[in-house]
């Protein structure tokens, strides 16, 4: 299955109800995020892209793109 990096802003849009996200945002300084959103940003990509995450893979993760980064390495 191939991700673009668009597809990881648009879901962090969704779950996150914001209009704009860009691929050197961080989570929680820049889009105000909490730790139970990053949760669910993480459980909607395991399900869509059909992965799972390591919790020490995840706990290093950012940015949009440090996420983006991650899932195409798991894939």
Do not use: C, H
Request: net charge negative.
């Amino acid at each position: 299955m191939a991700v673009t990096l668009e597809d990881i802003e648009e879901l962090v849009k969704l779950q996150l109800g914001l209009r704009q996200v860009s691929p050197g945002d961080r989570f929680m300084e820049d889009l105000g995020a909490e730790s139970a959103d990053l949760m669910n940003i993480v459980a909607t990509a395991e399900d869509r892209f059909k992965i799972v995450f390591d919790d020490a893979q995840i706990a290093g993760v950012r940015t949009v793109e440090e996420l983006f980064n991650l899932i195409i390495k798991i894939i």
